[in-house]
């Protein structure tokens, strides 16, 4: 679906794509802080999670369907940028990156040639957490479902995971703006068929990565930081980085200190 890829970023002459996912309840125009920030000519591209179309999906709450234009923008994507030459590097956030996995699971064809996880989980190995999860990502979905999306965007807005995102500045006020454009219906599908509950773990998918995957986390993201601690391990070409001042969305907390790994991030995969 083209018009799922933005191109906010395009110049004649590139150096390599972005493919970027954004995070749950986000969007691709949440990168947008980001553009000026890059210092080589890069292409960017788009999709948007399942169940994240603002207004509502075009096939209704339908995840089945939601999972089929997803994958065909991303493919759509991929296709355009390898026949363009140069690099494709992946670009994902949070529950874009759980996305990722999914689908690079799912299409074993798709070789990209790096990955920058933000934030990244590869799921929940043991099966009773994992069916804990499932139950808590559903009495969420219900929760949106009965209390609205206004009031749910305010509560999920408050967690002190996602607290830290609120900065005060033009960027925070849009973001919680395009949240409140999204269908409650459709995120709670999402939650249902794609939260951490329901996914089947990536870790085996993380040993068998043949590319750089370099993990970025916030130095205030205990957790996160752990699990990119392990994945690291995993890696065949894996690099973790921790991005000062920031939590759990590095990219959007402390935008200037997340560049400086994505610009040393490009520059490895072009000169490598």
């Not at 999402?190 to 329901?198: D, E, T």
């Not at 990536?202 to 993990?215: A, F, K, N």
């Not at 994945?231 to 759990?248: F, I, Q, S």
Request: negative net charge; charged residues 25%.
């Amino acid at each position: 679906m083209k018009s799922e890829q933005y191109a906010f970023s395009e110049e004649t002459r590139t150096r390599a794509t972005i493919l970027a996912l954004h995070g749950f309840t986000g969007s691709p125009v949440d990168f947008e802080p980001l553009f000026d920030r890059v210092g080589v000519a890069v292409r960017w591209r788009f999709s948007i999670l399942p169940g994240h179309v603002p207004g509502g999906e075009p096939g209704g709450v339908s995840m089945e369907l939601a999972w089929e234009r997803f994958d065909r923008s991303l493919c759509e994507s991929f296709e355009e940028t390898c026949f363009r030459g140069g690099p494709v590097l992946i670009l994902a956030y949070s529950m874009g990156a759980r996305m990722l996995l999914e689908w690079l699971r799912r299409r074993p064809e798709i070789k990209p040639d790096g990955i920058l996880l933000i934030s990244g989980n590869p799921g929940i190995f043991d099966e009773a957490e994992r069916s804990e999860r499932a139950q808590s990502d559903e009495a969420l979905a219900q929760r949106i479902l009965a209390d609205g999306l206004e009031s749910f965007v305010s509560s999920w807005m408050d967690q002190p995971i996602i607290r830290t995102q609120n900065t005060g500045d033009l960027f925070a006020e849009a973001r919680k703006a395009r949240k409140l454009r999204l269908d409650a219906a459709s995120l709670a599908s999402s939650l249902h068929a794609f939260g951490q509950g329901r996914l089947e773990p990536g870790w085996s998918l993380i040993r068998d990565l043949e590319c750089p995957v370099w993990l970025v986390t916030g130095e205030h993201d205990p957790k996160y930081r752990e699990l990119a601690r392990r994945m690291e391990g995993m890696l065949a070409y894996g690099r973790w980085v921790d991005t000062p001042d920031a939590g759990h969305a590095p990219h959007l907390e402390n935008p200037d200190a997340f560049a400086v790994h994505l610009n040393a991030f490009i520059e490895h995969v072009i000169t490598n």
